[in-house]
């Protein structure tokens, strides 16, 4: 189901996806309480998570499946340290995560176990890796451009029989599309302008586009064996930028998701205008989603807490 508009001025947690991680971002979490859920996120996800978090370099936290393990076990111990340190006390309105994130907003929606988010996000990252294997792909980002201009090169660079799709509407001028290199290059072609900017981005496949279709076959079955809460705070989802509230669909949300744009700039002004938000405020590694939000939304206030002195400098 989805959420109606409460008018509420509470505040919408959001979480970031793959591309956030850093070498040894895992350092100042290491003496907290939430440092704790480390030897069983490596046990669920198969992956040793305090070598990722404290000792893997960048070039190994770029692999697709370990990044997104990663990104999502230091997202997952900030909000826990969130919690503990009270500053839930008043219940934030709504939640929404960037991709990989959305898994992080389940859980603190108490829309998904942690247990369960997690093996899902290593069957996700494997399968991603591995449908990039299949069909050779990479992601492009277009700086100084709106979206409908990136919509109309797309669409007509598939016309020229390019493989190329939008993936991240982000915020105004800010646009990444994902394809075959020969489809990035056709397309970034078309909006050659003064002042655009193609940026390639390092990732291992064309992400959030019809490539990803064989990613989606391998994450359904996990999908069909996790089991979802019947009613849970209202989470954004990426794929229709829509409050949803209860069990039905996520499985097909999160399997959409792989194929399909996420939705973010629409998910941030549902946020902050419809839905109510006042304060937005960002809980992982990095500060993207906060930028990009104050982009979005200009009066909206946007904090990054990405170090546990963020979180304890807010305790009342």
């Given amino acids: 189901m989805t959420a109606e508009p409460t008018g509420s001025t ?19 979490w290491r003496g907290t309480d939430s440092w704790s ?15 990722l978090l404290l000792r893997a370099d960048d070039e190994s936290l770029r692999r697709t499946d370990l990044a997104q393990i990663a990104v999502f076990s230091l997202s997952l111990l900030a909000h826990r340290e969130y919690v503990g340190l009270g500053l839930d006390e008043e219940p934030p309105g709504f939640f929404a995560g960037h991709s990989l994130g959305e898994y992080t907003a389940l859980v603190a929606a108490g829309a998904l176990s942690y ?15 591995a449908a990039a294997t299949l069909r050779e792909g990479s992601m492009c980002v277009l ?6 201009t990136v919509l109309k090169a797309v669409e007509e660079a598939r016309a020229a029989g390019q493989e190329v799709w939008v993936a991240n509407l ?32 390092p990732v291992g496949g064309a992400f959030h586009s019809p490539l990803m279709a064989p990613a989606a076959e391998l994450l359904r079955p996990a999908l069909s064996e996790a089991r979802f809460a019947d009613g849970h705070r209202p989470v954004v989802a990426n794929v229709d930028a829509a409050a949803h509230t209860g069990v039905d669909g996520w499985s097909a949300l999160l399997l ?26 960002e809980l992982g590694p990095g500060r993207t989603l906060a930028g990009m939000a104050r982009r ?15 979180l304890r400098a807010l305790r009342p």
Wanted: charged share 15%.
């Fill in 10 to 28: 509470g505040t919408a947690l959001l979480f970031p996806g793959q591309g956030t991680q850093r070498a040894g971002m895992g350092e100042p």
């Fill in 143 to 148: 700086l100084g451009v709106e979206a409908e």
């Fill in 115 to 129: 247990r369960d988010a997690a093996r899902l996000v290593a069957v996700r990252g494997r399968a991603m890796q």
């Fill in 37 to 51: 859920l480390v030897p069983e996120l490596s046990e669920l996800t198969g992956a040793d998570v305090e070598e």
């Fill in 170 to 201: 982000n915020a105004p001028g800010q646009v990444v599309i994902s394809g075959t290199a020969s489809g990035l290059g056709h397309a970034t072609g078309l909006v050659e302008a003064p002042g655009v900017k193609a940026v390639s981005i």
């Fill in 256 to 281: 959409d998701q792989l194929v399909s744009p996420v939705r973010w700039a629409q998910s941030v002004r549902a946020l902050t205008g419809p839905l109510g938000c006042g304060r937005l405020v």
């Fill in 296 to 310: 979005i939304s200009r009066p909206t206030p946007a904090v990054s807490l990405n170090t546990p002195q963020d």
